[in-house]
């Protein structure tokens, strides 16, 4: 059983950053693929960006691609988002999920095995 806990979220304006972190526990962090999703209001859950799990693959979702970057310390147990350039739309709520044995991470929510609680990202005009 993996426990993850995502941290890192707030409040900042347009054209801000942010930098998300989730921490992980309870299992070998290493043999995990890693994604971060959002969800707003109304809205479905939706693929932010994933990692493999010895970090060699990652890919963003078109949508935030080129302001958000996803990287990985296995040694520390931890996937961190960093978010540049933030827009209204972004604003959403964080989960970041892992995904046991995988080689890529996929863009599916239906597909990973453990959840954190969410992190609240809200950004203003």
């Known amino acids: 059983q993996v426990h993850l806990v995502e941290s890192g979220g707030g409040s900042v304006q347009a054209g801000g950053s942010l930098r998300l972190s989730c921490e992980a526990s309870g299992g070998t962090f290493g043999a995990y693929g890693v994604a971060w999703f959002r969800q707003a209001p109304g809205k479905e859950r939706e693929f932010v960006s994933g990692?493999?799990?010895?970090?060699?693959?990652?890919y963003t979702a078109e949508s935030v691609k080129g302001r958000i970057t996803i990287s990985r310390d296995n040694a520390k147990n931890t996937v961190s988002l960093q978010m540049n350039r933030l827009k209204p739309e972004d604003t959403a709520v964080y989960y970041c999920a892992a995904q046991y044995g995988v080689t890529r991470p996929s863009t599916r929510p239906s597909d990973y095995d453990y959840w954190g609680q969410g992190t609240q990202v809200t950004v203003s005009s």
């Open positions: 990692i493999s799990p010895n970090g060699g693959i990652d």
